[in-house]
Structure formats: structure tokens, C-alpha cells
């Protein structure tokens, strides 16, 4: 190699080192203050502080149940064993659990720059594409929300895997085939979100890897010697190798499905019709591509608005073919388009509302991966764009910092609303509208501050959007049976019942108040019901055990005694409620074997 030659590839790496150290020193000086931000009442107490298999750590034990649960209506064992690291190494210190968040997202975008570096010799464009991914305000939700560890963590297993597939195509062996497969299989367990993958490597077969043939003039041709893969290199043995990606996804889709249907997380037909779904769908796309472009008005929950006006489908309609149309028709000269227009298309199917799961038309959160799609389009067509033609490099620079900065200036604005919850909240039912689910969660954060009477007044207001909200009747009836009005929060609660008649909380949260009333025969069938519907619930085997040994049946509740602290060693409720029983059992047994 001559001296030439070598100078040049240094200077290249050493570029690439510093854009690198500028991408950790963007998103360290952006997301570094959510250290100091706090958990929000929102799938948190689920994933992390109040699950009580997260809050007991790393054990055998855990790790079996993170393998075989479908709780929370997903099945992502990776996700459960990264929550119960941290909890393991910090406790419930949330500003650890950002920060490990954050650490993932530089990783992932470390992972990014460097793959499309690799695959497209194109420093410039790779660190644009990087940079957006890095700072964009729709990526601060898949950042600054502890609960959403599985995005980060899916897609460093989706690039993992991308990576793996580029040496697999250096050097076709089964040993590499088989390492992108066990990539794949990792981020599959994480979040189902990259199910697409086999899709996505088709994309990148086309462009910027060329394995089908196509060519582009302008573009450096990638950086890996030819190849004869497991397969013969046909365009028929390119599909044939995704096939096995292909089953995982089929088996991890089926999986998802099967979960969430069982969780009651999927909307039927009846409540939600094909056309309404496919309605949404279309207008979706068209609104991601649209904060992408203008990143405001973000929310943590945009409800689902169940119609659209008919001019607003057929508008997002028109864009959406026409965008299609542009791809297509610039499919040879500008490659970089088709393949970024259709990564995003394909990649935000699973989430885009055909299947409806929650009760949101869209979100932040599913654009993490998606998004780099419309990334990648915009870097390259910038990079390509005919008046930097003389100066390209220059203009191009200038162009996407300044456009990075603004971006960054955003993200650090809209990131100061996810410093609590009520912040967040007030910012969600501010800039959105009938948005009852955040309406009801704002008035779960005033609970947790003491702020009783704005909480009661969130919670009605939940309830005028949307009277059927069974949570929001829970919510309400724990408040006013909080400031002494019982009887109205019993009908709360059985509202909720009503509702969903497997609501196990409602069902447990009945039989507490109707326990304190004096009414064990009515409270132990609903704490019967809320076990039957949820055997995990460790303080309703405590509470219905308290009842039995009310009625002298002390071996009845020694076992739920039991039940509830095998469920949680550190249950010292149980724990005492045990000694007790047993010392009263002993006194009873006594007292029958004393002579009369």
C-alpha cells in the first residue's frame, strides 16, 4: 500500500473518530440532565418499582419467570433481565436507570454511523444519518422514559445484527450466518419491533450493498471483497437466505399476539373496524412524516381519535402515493430514497394501528428504528443535492449542523417536560385534545405528590371523556374513599367491575374497602375474584389470609400468608401476619387439648 493510500485511510479514520466523539458530546450534553429525573407513573411501576421479580434482582428464580411471563401483555425476557440488572446494581435510584438508557442510545448510534460508514464508504452522509438519529425530539420518548429500555435494547441487537451480516458477506460461513441469527433472536426477546429485519436486509441488499446488481453512479461502491455466500449468489439465493429470518419473525409475531390478546391489550373488530385501522394508518404515516420534519406539539399519548375527517385521509392519501410514486420512479438514479421511504414504510407495519394494541393512533416511541428510514433518504439526497456539486463537502457540513442544532436546541426543550410526571401530563392534555388516558394519568401523579383535590378533578375529567374508562372509575374511587366518601367510591369500583369484569385491581381494591367496613364474606369473594384473575397479586393473598384467621380458619390462611411472601421475601406485612397465625393456631390447639 503506498504511502498515498495509507495517509488517506488514516485521515478517514481519524475523521470518523472525531465525528464519533461528537456524536457522544451531543447526546451527553442533551439527555445528561435526565440523571436527575424522576420515574413516571406510567408503565414504570410495572417494569420497574413495583414489580417485585425487577425490585428482587438477578436470580435463578427471576430469570425463569423473565423467560416464560407474558406479563404486561408482552413476552420480552431481555427487557425484564436488563430491568432486574439495574435494580440489582442501583435499587430504585431512577437517575441510574436513565442513565443506562442513555448509554444504550450511544451505543446505537455509535453502532449506526459506523455500519452505514462501512457499507456505503459515505463519511459524511453516515454522520448526518447518525446525527439525526442521535438528537431528534421523536426519539426523546424511546430515551427519557425508563419503561421503553426495550427500544434501545432491540435496536442495538437490530444493528448487531446488520453488522454480523456484513461480515457474514466477507466471508460466508455457517458459523457467521448463524452469529446473525442469534443477534436477531436476542432483539427479537427484547421487543418484537425488529420482526421486519428480514425485509430491512433485503433493502440494504439492494442498496448500498448491491447484491442484486444495481448500480449508482456517484456513490462509492461498498468496501467488501466479492463473496460467495452459503447460498449461490442468485437473486433467488439472496430471498432464500432470509427464509430462517423469516420463521423467527412469523414464531415471534404469533408470540406477541397470542400475549397481547391475552392481556386484553388488542382491540376487537367490533370496537374498532378494518376501515377506521386502515384509516388511521395512512394519516399516521403521514403525521411521523411530519413531526420529522417539524418536531413539535410532541406528547407521550396521542389518543386514538377512532374516525379522521375525510379530507385529512384523503390528503395524507395523496402524499403517501405520491412519495411511493417518487421512490419508484427514482428507484435507479437515487437508490438511497426507495430503500429509506421503504424502511420506514415497512418497518412501522407491526405498529401502525392495523392490528390495534393501547389506545393510541400513533407514537414517539414506534419511530426509533422506523425513522431512520427518512434519515437516511434526507442525508443522502442532501449529500447529492446538484448546487453542492463544486463545493459539496463544505455545504454539506454546514448545511446539517445547522440543521443538528436546531434539532438539538428542540430535543432539549420538549426533554424538560419528562422531567416528572405532572409535567409531562399537563404537557400531554395541553397540546392534545378528549385525551382521557392522560387526563387520568396526570391525576395518578397528583395522588403521588398529595395534590388530592386537582387529582379527584383529572380523574371526573377522564371520566367526561370517557365514561367507560374502568381505570379511571378505580382511580376516582380510591380518591373519594380517601377524603371518607365510601359509598360513592364503592360505586366507583363497581363501575369498574361493570366495565371489565376482569379487572383484578378493581375486584382487590372492593374487597379492601368492604374488609374495612366489616363485610368479610362480600371482601373475600371479590379478593377470590382478583386472585382468579391475577394469582400474582401479593397483597390480596395477605388480606384475604387476615380475613380467614378472622373466621378461625388458621391452615387456610397459613398458606396464603405463605403464598404472599414466596412472592415477595421482603413482605414483613405477611411475614408478621404468619408469626401471628401460627402463635394463635398453637394457643387454639391448646386451649382444645386443655382438660373441662
Known amino acids: 500500500m503506498s504511502n498515498k493510500i495509507q495517509g488517506a485511510v488514516f485521515f478517514r479514520v481519524r475523521v470518523s473518530l472525531w465525528i464519533s466523539l461528537i456524536l457522544v458530546a451531543a447526546i451527553l450534553a442533551l439527555y445528561w440532565q435526565t440523571r436527575t429525573f424522576s420515574y413516571i407513573h406510567y408503565d414504570d411501576p410495572e417494569y420497574v418499582f413495583e414489580n417485585v421479580r425487577v425490585q428482587q434482582g438477578l436470580t435463578i428464580e427471576n430469570i425463569k419467570w423473565a423467560i416464560t411471563t407474558t406479563h404486561f401483555s408482552n413476552w420480552h425476557p431481555l427487557t425484564w433481565i436488563s430491568h432486574m440488572l439495574d435494580s440489582e446494581l442501583y435499587g430504585n435510584n431512577p437517575g441510574q436507570h436513565h442513565s443506562n438508557n442513555v448509554l444504550l442510545h450511544i451505543i446505537n448510534t455509535l453502532l449506526l454511523f459506523n455500519l452505514f460508514r462501512k457499507m456505503t464508504g459515505d463519511i459524511l452522509p453516515s454522520a448526518l444519518l447518525a446525527g439525526l438519529f442521535a438528537v431528534h425530539p421523536l426519539h426523546i420518548q424511546s430515551i427519557a422514559w425508563i419503561s421503553e429500555r426495550k427500544d434501545l435494547l432491540c435496536a442495538q441487537f437490530f444493528f448487531l445484527s446488520i453488522l454480523s451480516y456484513l461480515k457474514y458477506l466477507e466471508k460466508s460461513t455457517w458459523s457467521r450466518y448463524l452469529l446473525v441469527l442469534i443477534f436477531f433472536s436476542l432483539g427479537l426477546m427484547a421487543k418484537p419491533m425488529i420482526i421486519t429485519l428480514p425485509f430491512v436486509l433485503l433493502l440494504l441488499d439492494h442498496w448500498p450493498l448491491q447484491r442484486f446488481g444495481f448500480g449508482f453512479n456517484g456513490t462509492n461502491q461498498v468496501g467488501l471483497p466479492p463473496v460467495i455466500p452459503i447460498f449461490p449468489c442468485s437473486n433467488t439465493s439472496i430471498f432464500l437466505e432470509k427464509i430462517p429470518f423469516l420463521v423467527l419473525s412469523i414464531l415471534s409475531a404469533a408470540i406477541t399476539f397470542h400475549a397481547q390478546e391475552a392481556g386484553g391489550s388488542v382491540a376487537t373488530i367490533s370496537q374498532l373496524s378494518l376501515l377506521a385501522r386502515a384509516e388511521n394508518a395512512i394519516v399516521s404515516y403521514v403525521l411521523y412524516i411530519q413531526k420529522m420534519l417539524w418536531p413539535q406539539q410532541l406528547s407521550v399519548i396521542y389518543p386514538h381519535p377512532g374516525t379522521h375527517p375525510y379530507w385529512l385521509i384523503i390528503i395524507s392519501a395523496l402524499i403517501f402515493s405520491v412519495l411511493t410514486l ?271
Open 326 to 596: 417518487l421512490a419508484l420512479f427514482y428507484a435507479k438514479k437515487t437508490p438511497f430514497f426507495l430503500v429509506g421511504w421503504l424502511w420506514f414504510v415497512g418497518m412501522l407495519i407491526p405498529v401502525i394501528g392495523i392490528v390495534q394494541v393501547g389506545i393510541q393512533a400513533m407514537a414517539d416511541r414506534y419511530t426509533y428504528l422506523p425513522m431512520i428510514g427518512l434519515f437516511l433518504a434526507f442525508s443522502w439526497g442532501l449529500y447529492h443535492f446538484p448546487p453542492f456539486k463544486n463545493k459539496r463537502s463544505l455545504y454539506f457540513s454546514i448545511t446539517g449542523s445547522c440543521i443538528l442544532l436546531l434539532l438539538s436546541v428542540t430535543t432539549w426543550r420538549e426533554l424538560q417536560y419528562w422531567e416528572n410526571g405532572v409535567s409531562l401530563f399537563t404537557r400531554a392534555v395541553t397540546i392534545t385534545k378528549n385525551n382521557y388516558v392522560a387526563h387520568n394519568n396526570l391525576g395518578y401523579e397528583f395522588v403521588q405528590i398529595f395534590e388530592f383535590d386537582k387529582a379527584k378533578k383529572e380523574f371526573e375529567l377522564a371520566l367526561q371523556i370517557n365514561p367507560n374508562f374502568e381505570i379511571a372509575h378505580l382511580n376516582l374511587g380510591r380518591s373519594l374513599i380517601e377524603e371518607g366518601n365510601i359509598a360513592e367510591g364503592i360505586e366507583h369500583y363497581r363501575s369498574a367491575i361493570k366495565i371489565k369484569p376482569d379487572y383484578a385491581d378493581a375486584h382487590n381494591n372492593l374487597g379492601n374497602t368492604l374488609f374495612r367496613l366489616g363485610k368479610n364474606h362480600e371482601a373475600a369473594a371479590n379478593y377470590i375474584e382478583a386472585l382468579r384473575i391475577n394469582p400474582s397479586l401479593t397483597e390480596t393473598y395477605n388480606n384475604l389470609g387476615a380475613i380467614l384467621v378472622s373466621d378461625d380458619k388458621f391452615d387456610q390462611a397459613i398458606i396464603l400468608f405463605q403464598k404472599a411472601i414466596s412472592l415477595n421475601p421482603n413482605y414483613l406485612d405477611a411475614k408478621t401476619n404468619l408469626e401471628e397465625v401460627i402463635k394463635a393456631k398453637k394457643i387454639k390447639s391448646q386451649e382444645l387439648e386443655r382438660p373441662h
